[in-house]
């Protein structure tokens, strides 16, 4: 199995900043891409940012300049640092990573159970 276990998500006012971390255990052989998507109330999940393993990021344009993505491979260990936050970022934030387990020769995608982040104006 893998888990994903999410923390940092919290309240915080218009223009503040909060660290997301998501930490991945279990019989994990290798991990390929991690990332961050949201879901608003009323809208689809949405990536938010992303990093390969050879710490290649991507980002949504909403988040460009204020959300940085970080990854420490030895933990497997994903990271989401955003600043500047506004009422518009509210949502669920979840983790995901591509991995491949101890047991398999494929890559699966494999989901935290998200964080809440509130911005309030």
């Known amino acids: 199995q893998v888990q994903l276990v999410e923390s940092g998500g919290g309240l915080v006012q218009a223009g503040g900043s909060l660290r997301l971390s998501c930490a991945a255990s279990?019989?994990?052989?290798?991990?390929?891409?991690m990332g961050w998507y949201r879901q608003a109330p009323g809208k689809q999940r949405e990536l938010v940012a992303s990093?390969?393993?050879?710490?290649?990021?991507n980002y949504a344009d909403s988040v460009k300049g204020r959300f940085t993505i970080s990854r420490d491979n030895a933990k497997n260990t994903v990271y989401l640092q955003m600043n500047s936050l506004k009422p518009e970022d509210t949502a669920v934030y979840y983790c995901?990573?591509?991995?491949?387990?101890?047991?398999?020769?494929?890559?699966?995608?494999?989901w935290g159970r998200g964080t809440q982040v509130t911005v309030s104006s």
């Open positions: 995901n990573i591509r991995a491949r387990r101890i047991s398999d020769s494929y890559f699966s995608d494999y």
């Open positions: 279990g019989s994990i052989f290798s991990i390929n891409a």
């Open positions: 990093i390969t393993t050879g710490s290649t990021t």
